[in-house]
T-cell receptor, first 115, second 117 residues
Framework: DTGVSQDPRHKITKRGQNVTFRCDPISEHNRLYWYRQTLGQGPEFLTYFQNEAQLEKSRLLSDRFSAERPKGSFSTLEIQRTEQGDSAMYLC???FGRGGTDTQYFGPGTRLTVL | AQSVTQLDSQVPVFEEAPVELRCNYSSSVSVYLFWYVQYPNQGLQLLLKYLSGSTLVKGINGFEAEFNKSQTSFHLRKPSVHISDTAEYFCAVSLGRYGGSQGNLIFGKGTKLSVKP
């Protein structure tokens, strides 16, 4: 068990560029979550996968955001046409179970800075 | 809508003193409750969780929390803190499957615990 990993750890981009983040969950975890954390706030839910199916999206996830989890393994989160308001820490978490009571294991996050 | 309120954004305390970090939640349905800790440059780590049963929950590193349904609170306590407890602590709720959610967590804004020698 190597834990949840995220890549890259830091990303600096210019406004209008596209960025993609990767999350590798703990192996055999069927559930994968993406959260966003801005300065002074707690993490906010973005989207959730059960295996390869994306089952829930927050209203925070605008049309510029897309997430995938091919084959129910790693996941990617892409932001198109980045805006300065997208600057945040993007957190990935995984768990095993049916939801609600599961312990979610978090990765170290990807810090995005949009100039 | 469900929400979590952490009443203190910062809590300074001296080493070996007791500490209580407060958390209140608002929900029209039953919830599951969690406390996570975030050390600098590290991911969130689960301290403890309340699912059902005994309202006093013990977690890692000597922390415990008490669920109070009537006051909708889930305060975190430690009888004697160490310098190494300096971190940010987050309270969170999950509605679970019967609350119309798929288990995503709703977090408070966090409390920064600063332990001084």
């Amino acid at each position: 068990d190597t834990g949840v990993s995220q890549d890259p750890r830091h990303k600096i981009t210019k406004r209008g560029q596209n960025v993609t983040f990767r999350c590798d969950p703990i192996s055999e975890h069927n559930r994968l979550y993406w959260y966003r954390q801005t300065l002074g706030q707690g993490p906010e839910f973005l989207t959730y996968f059960q295996n390869e199916a994306q089952l829930e999206k927050s209203r925070l996830l605008s049309d510029r955001f897309s997430a995938e989890r091919p084959k129910g393994s790693f996941s990617t989160l892409e932001i198109q046409r980045t805006e300065q308001g997208d600057s945040a820490m993007y957190l990935c978490a995984s768990s095993f179970g049916r939801g609600g009571t599961d312990t979610q294991y978090f990765g170290p996050g990807t810090r995005l800075t949009v100039l | 809508a469900q929400s979590v309120t952490q009443l203190d954004s910062q809590v300074p305390v001296f080493e070996e003193a007791p500490v209580e970090l407060r958390c209140n939640y608002s929900s029209s349905v039953s919830v599951y409750l969690f406390w996570y800790v975030q050390y600098p440059n590290q991911g969130l780590q689960l301290l403890l969780k309340y699912l059902s049963g005994s309202t006093l929950v013990k977690g890692i590193n000597g922390f415990e929390a008490e669920f109070n349904k009537s006051q909708t609170s889930f305060h975190l306590r430690k009888p004697s803190v160490h310098i190494s407890d300096t971190a940010e602590y987050f309270c969170a709720v999950s509605l679970g499957r019967y609350g119309g959610s798929q288990g995503n967590l709703i977090f408070g804004k966090g409390t920064k615990l600063s332990v001084k020698p």
